[in-house]
């Protein structure tokens, strides 16, 4: 890089400009890096406790549903008379620039949707059961799909980060030292240059 700027001072004061650029970006990019791995870790955090939960939960509700099964056959027909649940909506929050998903799910009210008649106290809590395991599903896919986008813009801050770190900032500084160091030649010559037209005249003076 050094090589392809010609040593001027105003080259020099330009890329002493970019030097603090690249330093203050990599200063901006390594504060956003650590955020959003603070951000993560809270999230990483939940997303444990709540796998737990739900792996009690589905245990819970698939034997509730093989109770079901066998107290009253297969319950596929009584099933499919349950609606299709549309309270969830999904907004975003920004972290960082970050798109972090919240989701909002509006509970329906327990209403018993299948008849009576064909129904039992062990088709209920099943019912109840999966009713949990639809709300503890809702908040995992926001925690996980939350940790998936932090993770993937820290990857990516962190690329962004080292090229600037480890490319971008010592070809500034080499670049800068390069002019710096011919410019200083060149005054150095300069100096001499004029010692010596000074000695000439000099001479000539003394000689008249």
């Known amino acids: 890089m050094a090589n392809q700027v010609f040593p001027t001072k105003g080259n020099l004061i330009a890329t002493k400009k970019s030097l603090s650029l690249a330093v203050l970006g990599f200063d901006l990019m390594d504060r956003k890096r650590n955020i959003l791995i603070r951000e993560m870790m809270e999230q990483v955090d939940s997303v444990k406790k709540i796998r737990d939960d739900i792996t009690k939960v589905y245990a819970e509700a698939y034997y509730a549903l093989s109770e079901a099964n066998m107290s009253l056959g297969l319950i596929t027909d009584i099933v499919e008379e349950v609606p299709v649940d549309t309270g969830i909506s999904v ?3 920004s972290v960082m620039g970050v798109e ?3 989701i909002t799910y ?6 018993l949707t299948y008849g009576l008649d ?23 896919a926001q925690v996980e799909n ?3 986008r932090l993770a993937n813009a820290i990857m990516k801050t962190q690329k962004r980060a080292n090229a600037l770190k480890n490319i971008v900032i010592p070809n500034f500084q080499t670049t800068v030292k ?3 160091e011919s410019l200083e030649e060149k005054e150095r010559e300069e100096f001499s240059r004029q010692k010596v ?3 000439t005249k000099d001479r000539k003076a003394r000689s008249i």
């Open 91 to 93: 907004v975003y929050r």
């Open 100 to 102: 972090i998903p919240k």
């Open 106 to 111: 509006e509970q329906p009210s327990m209403e």
């Open 118 to 140: 064909r129904a039992n106290s062990k088709l209920d809590y099943c019912y109840r059961c999966f009713t949990k395991v639809k709300e503890l599903t809702i908040l995992l």
């Open 146 to 148: 939350s940790v998936y």
């Open 178 to 180: 390069f002019i710096s």
């Open 197 to 199: 037209i000074k000695s």
